[in-house]
């Protein structure tokens, strides 16, 4: 069993080094997070990296074009973070447990790409778009519900094995997946973070999300 196949992912950790294409993306990302979608624009995105907005159209032909990269470079990390804990042989107790961290874990490291998908999916879905836009948006969409259909089926392999227990597991994995990615919304790095707090940060929210499925 596997995670939806992905397209190789260029890092997303501001410590490594961009291509020009993925240095665009990146600032993209942290204006929309910052100002929202909708009241970003080329500009603000220029003035961030430094350059022309000719440079950014170099790249894409639009905002909407790289709120569509950013999304699917959102989901790729995500998808890449989870799948070898999907592949490993063990309790799906224990599987659901790694997935769970390491989805943690990745949203914090992308927390900017994450936070951008939310408010302009959102703002996607409010305005007329193209059909193009529409098309590609419910191809992300879907590959999202394909995510959680990944959850779902450890989830039940758990319920079968007798350590996982949901009355309805189409509905509890919901909850579930929202408790884990509340992160995103309130976590904010601090420089003064002691060693491991971080660690245990996530170990947190797992055990919180996860509670009410263990049998």
Known sequence: MSVSAAPTMA???ADLEHSPRDTILDASARCFMEHGFKATSIDDIARRLG??????YHYFDSKSDLFFEIHQRAMDALVQAVDPE???RAPALER???MARRHVETLIETQH???AVVEGVQMHLR???TEAQRQRLMQLQDRR???EQVFLKVLNQGIDEGDLDAT???IAIKPVLGALNSVINWYHPRYDDAPGSRERLVGGVVTVALRGLVA
């Not at 350059?51 to 950014?56: D, L, P, R, S």
């Open 96 to 98: 659901l447990h790694g």
């Open 145 to 147: 519900r394909r995510y």
């Open 127 to 129: 305005v007329s778009t």
């Open 168 to 170: 309805e597991p189409r």
């Open 11 to 13: 890092p997303l950790s």
């Open 51 to 56: 350059a022309t907005k000719g440079m950014v």
């Open 113 to 115: 790409y994450q936070r």
């Open 86 to 88: 999907v592949r490993r």
